[in-house]
Nanobody, 115 residues
Framework: QVRLVESGGGSVQAGGSLTLSCTMS?????????LGWYRQTSENEREFVAS???????KYADFVKGRFTMSRNNGLNTVYLQMGNLKPEDTGVYYC????????WGLGTQVTVSS
């Protein structure tokens, strides 16, 4: 099991920016996992936000395209989510994990965007 620790959340006003980090530990050597960011808002179940493969190619949900950028540092076993032009509907708990896996979820990091 890969242990995941998310950080970087906070409270910002609409239009503001935040950068989230997710650090992985207990990662098996020589694995090349794709990693994803997800969020759980008050209205929705946990939903996909973005993912990035080992080589740095990202994919984004339509509602964050042009506003969020996902990146990774394989040497540090860390992925990042740069969030810009934040909207109140982006409020929620953000998680990272290995897509389509049974890896346990971390505690997430709270993002609150006020209007």
């Amino acid at each position: 099991q890969v242990r995941l620790v998310e950080s970087g959340g906070g409270s910002v006003q609409a239009g503001g920016s935040l950068t989230l980090s997710c650090t992985m530990s207990q990662m098996p050597r020589h694995t090349r996992h794709t990693l994803g960011w997800y969020r759980q808002t008050s209205e929705n179940e946990r939903e996909f936000v973005a993912s990035i493969n080992f080589f740095g190619a990202p994919k984004y949900a339509d509602f964050v395209k042009g506003r969020f950028t996902m990146s990774r540092n394989n040497g540090l076993n860390t992925v990042y989510l740069q969030m810009g032009n934040l909207k109140p509907e982006d409020t929620g708990v953000y998680y990272c994990n290995i897509p389509e896996s049974e890896n346990p979820w971390g505690l997430g990091t709270q993002v609150t965007v006020s209007s």
